[in-house]
């Protein structure tokens, strides 16, 4: 039982180190990866709420303000006095000749009289703007703008953050092909220093020979070390970008292709301007200053609004009925008339706001034509450049064969042998920039013609 125990533990501790060793990554993942922890995407996408907010916002200018107020005031003293003594009335009865010698009286009590010392006021009034020279309706297709600028920053986000990824992803997979080159090559050299050994024993070759060989053996393991540290800063900074931690045993699972043509990615340059989010983010800048110069128009005409108004108000001594409320209904209307000169100023920048963007949409698309085609270009220089570095490892390879027979045949000396192997080394180190080199103007051409769009 025991045993069955620490056998599955150890199955189990051996199958989590396995599990971590073989930790890989396809460039689809990465993709994935990326777009869900980039704090670039989630900004793209936080702006894209702002817009949608400001939109919302725009929308109540539709409705009617409501403002309504009210305040209370407690004095020190009465705003308004009044004290009557009381005394004798003069009963009247009916001549007036009789008052002065009046026989009979009417006894009126002293009477006080005070109000304003406590005041109540409220009032609320609705305003519901009919016509504001356009600027409302403007105002709202303005702000729906808005929401498709965010939108094309998000999609912009996107492409850049794809593009960035598959490129990182390539070069990092170019660095492993060189790692394997090196690893074959440093084998080489071991079986090599083996063979020049037992060729020393025998007297067949000198010394120097055989210390030659230990020397390349010492510059591979000096690159191989480069290489790895290279390899790893490397990877370190495609953690980052993904957003996910570092670890040295991470493995990039695709190979680089080797058998991709500019032809299948080709796309026409005109058809491609239109596509491209930098392009139409131009565009929707100039329908934004079109619509801004709208508005500024909208400056020069009148603004009419319907509204209702109720006012209340109890400025009497507390306990009496003094108490006033009014209801009205009424039509305003405002024409701009001494601001029109400042306006006109102002509305002329705006005219030329649009020029300029016009201009800028119109200058934009002809660079980025030029972009397109001078990728293309680049593209294809590239892919000759794999062509003859395949022509050239194989033409490097098959002059190693030949100096290797003549080195058994004792023709050619060890220095000879040791520098056509440098030399397929090298080859193929060329051939993997090559390759590496290919599928970054891969991303840089699809970029161009908006084909992660």
Known sequence: MNKHIIFTLIFSLWGGAFATAQQGYSLQQCKDLVLQHSKKMKYAQLQQQKAEAV?????????????????????????????????????????????????????????????????????????????????????????????????????????????????????????????????AYEKLLETVLKEAKDARKAGLIDKSDVLKVGLKQSEVALNKLKLTNGRQLALMAFCQHLGIDYSKNIRLTDALPTNNLPQHIQAEAAA???????????????KAEEMKTQIERGHFLPE??????????????????????????????????????????????????????????????ELLKLQIQKTYYALTESAQAIALGQKKVAQHEEFLQTIKDRHKAGVVPLSKLLEAQADVQKAKSEYIDALSHYHQQVVAYKKATAQYE
């Open 55 to 183: 939109r919302k916002e725009a929308w109540m200018h539709h409705l009617p303000k409501v403002e309504a107020g009210f305040y209370a005031v407690q004095l020190n003293k009465k705003m308004i006095e009044f004290d009557n003594p009381s005394g004798n009335l003069p009963v009247y009865n009916g001549d007036p000749r009789t008052l002065p010698t009046a026989t009979q009286f009417a006894f009126l009590p002293a009477v006080s009289l005070g109000a304003g010392d406590r005041m109540h006021t409220g009032n609320i009034t609705v305003m519901q703007p009919l016509y504001a020279g356009g600027r409302i309706k403007t105002g709202n297709r303005l702000s729906e703008l808005g929401v498709e600028v965010s939108k094309l920053q998000v999609s912009l986000s996107k492409t850049e953050l794809i593009a960035k990824t598959e490129s990182m992803y390539w070069q990092i997979v170019a660095l492993d092909e060189k790692q394997k080159t090196l690893d």
């Open 272 to 286: 491609s301007v239109p596509k491209r989010s930098e392009y139409q983010l131009l565009q929707k800048v100039v």
């Open 304 to 365: 009419v609004g319907l509204g209702a108004s109720a006012f209340y108000s109890d400025a009497m001594e507390h306990g009496s009925d003094g108490r006033l409320a009014r209801v009205g209904v009424f039509l305003a209307a405002r024409i701009p008339i001494s601001n029109m000169w400042s306006k006109r100023h102002s509305l002329k920048k705006h005219i030329l706001g649009e020029k300029m963007a016009q201009n800028k949409l119109d200058e934009t698309k």
